[in-house]
């Protein structure tokens, strides 16, 4: 036991470094003047590099060697914490301190020039930095698949899913692609056979547009006391352990939007703040990846504040803080906003039906860089072929197109893919819930997530990493992650004769 | 010169550390949710030892012993660099890493007990963590004398402004204590004689407040692209390199105050932004004490921008700002408000006649907690009693006494004479400025503040510490720091016969 409570001291002061990590980095987003980048960076990087350097010395490479012999003794969350930390070791260890630090400052700078590249929707500032960071990213996936046994993608992929796949994910998005292109088609038609989606008539405050948005996470369950809601180019979800920092994005021509958008990242919050608090800062109260995170986001957005149930309870509140007149502040009207269908190039704007082409288009093109059958100068025209190919759209500026999201800029390939993977596990999770408790849908109608809430906490956000992706899903679902019940909800809500979800 | 780059190395990646803490500080006191604080103390303690960890490393000994030998290679700043290393692991390895995490830990839980305290006028609620952080810091300042051959005061005091002695202060606060009483009686009766300083009348909207600070932060050269200006509940210069946060309160009842906090910290922000960017993160760098540091606050505070001539600039911008309309918007009546004398309760609310008296109290006070000769639950009635003696009042609500700083909450005891040796540097730097540059005072009457800049600039801010404190008043002034220019301009500005400054 001994060795098993030198680690979680070790991984204690691990989670204290990464929650700064996630402040510092909360901050750049939001906040931070712009001269501030290099240091900023910097930062970062030596907070990556001391972690890094904790994580990989021989005191707990011991350790762990050590408290493996003694899993006798442990409990289940003990030994699930012992394998957790085995895999970050693996994970950190398979990487040169050296390469953890350029890469660290080369992501900072490369997402940087980002942010003015996509001002001036300009590629040309941004393809040196990102060839830069591609370079490192792929070298980081070289040789921790060499450690793990896996090709350099899945490496990447398994850091932020562990487990997963390409090998699994490709069937998927066959029958996705193969699936959604008939299904949006109907979809178009159902759409253009009925009343057209009017948008709401005026312009919308920053400020009535935050306090609903406001409202809404309050009546999802979002602790105000350990979070914020602010403000960001590109939103997200981050901050530190009982600190959840959500974004979001103002449009005053818009007042839909920002709405959802705010539940999405409330989705991902309510997962923060609800892992097990009794382990904190240890790996096995961590959130179970990034598809199972992303299954939360899109289960709080898609499938509960888009459905006919909450809409109803939604809309005259719209209505009430824009002080909105007219038709199309009706109920349905709003429905039909908020489930339109509609092709378009910004990925985050895209609607459940076209969504998956975005993130099959990206995860065909991260795979093809990684392997090295891509090079940074060929991406805008490979974007734009693709667009074409699984949007029908035509790009003409690359802010519309490759310059769109700052994952690969900030270093991250292998991301893409759980966006999907996420849908997917939220249509599951949520017609499981459902058929649990069947009161939660009409809880919905009154503004009412307790059960909802109460149900996710037990089945997945108080697991923590206890168990495997597909270990929570069976229990909690009773069979591994599929696309099933996703294109099932899609073929109910969008296709069917009459649009009953 | 090997051992001297590795030391160079470490102590950059020390500074990393540092303006990472100088970040999560700054959130800390501006936005973070109230539930976040037992980990944001978590964080700060951990980023706290890994920084001691490194400073007091058995290798930085060793590069520090190697580089003293081969310090004949080295050049001027090199040197000096290399004594200021020296001094940052005296202070540090002084202390046990033990001693260092409880003390973090201890003094973040009781500036969260302050501000709680503070709220409710309850001091009982601060008492055992007040007493909880004066132990540990007690226990510091033996173990820092011990090594230093100081008392634990003089150990504090040399950890916030080096070479300062209680030896050297107490003929320095003696002379104020003998001087100001009479000279604030004469103020008093001068004001008298003159017409009333009339408050300018209306509300002053927080938003117009904070446009006419950016304006006059602007003027004063204050680097956006580098800093930032937000809102806290105690007004501080904190943040980091190339990224300098200052705060203010607004008050939509009083357009006067926040304008000079704000005024105040751009001084220091000036400073920080200042510092010689070619030795970034290397000691050497570092602003030279707190008594300096305050004395550039102060400079551009009480000595410039409450001149009569920046008065003049600044009185029809105040105007304009919240349409103002009669006699009150005038610039005399407005250099009457600006240097109005009033004996009053709370510190940062006070004039420069009587400023001195609060920190004569304080300095007083925790001298005694810290010899061990006054208990913290003795601090309300010894507080109150020295008000009552220095400053003529009676405090009847503990807001207006002993828990309006969060100093001593904040774990800083050696820390306020600083406030009143900067007053006293600053009158020493500004006569001997404007005696260099008689452009200065006309210049300011315009707004313009870039020849008082220019000569702060490479006088004092771009020296970082390559100067001993003494050294740089002599280099700058022609004398050691001293209160006779400190007095001169009260009796000018305050006593004499016409207000000539």
Known sequence: MQAYRSLATTFSRLGAIEDASGILGWDMQTLMPDGASDMRGEQLATLNVLAHEILTSPQTAEALAEAEEEVAGLGEWERANLREMRRAYIHASAVPADLVEASSKASTRSEMAWREARRQGNFAMLAPHLAETLRLQRRIGEVKGAVLGLSPYDALLDGYDPGMRQARIDPLFALLRATLPD?????????????????????????????????????????????????????????????????TRYDEADATRALMGVMHETGHALYEQGRPAAWRHQPVSQARG??????????????????????????????????????????????????????????????????????????????????????????????????????????????????????????????FPTYTLGAMGAAQLFAAACEALPGIRPALAQGDFSALRGWLRDNIHAKGSVLQTDELFVAATGKPLGAEDFLAHLERRYAADAAVS
């Open 183 to 247: 299904l949006l088609g109907r979809a178009q038609a159902r759409q253009a056979a009925q009343p057209k989606a009017v948008p709401l008539p005026g312009r919308f405050p920053v400020e009535n547009q935050k306090d609903l948005g406001l409202t809404l996470m309050r009546a999802a369950g979002f602790d105000f006391d350990r979070g914020r809601l602010d403000v960001s180019l590109h939103p997200f979800c981050g901050g530190a352990t009982d600190d959840v920092r959500i974004t």
């Open 290 to 415: 990034m598809s199972l995170h992303e299954s939360q986001s899109l289960l709080i957005e898609m499938q509960a504040c888009r459905s006919r149930e909450f809409v109803a309870f939604l809309a005259p509140r719209l209505r009430e803080a824009f002080g909105g007149e007219g038709p199309a502040w009706e109920a349905d009207n709003v429905y039909r906003l908020y489930t339109r269908v509609e092709p378009g190039f910004i990925r985050v704007d895209a609607d459940e039906v076209t969504y998956p082409a975005h993130i099959l288009l990206r995860y065909e093109l991260e795979t093809a860089m990684i392997a090295g059958d891509l090079a940074v100068a060929d991406l805008p025209g490979a974007f734009n072929d693709g667009v074409r190919r699984l949007l029908g759209l035509t790009v003409t500026d690359d802010r519309d197109g490759c310059l769109q999201d700052i994952h690969w800029p900030g270093g991250s390939f292998g991301y």
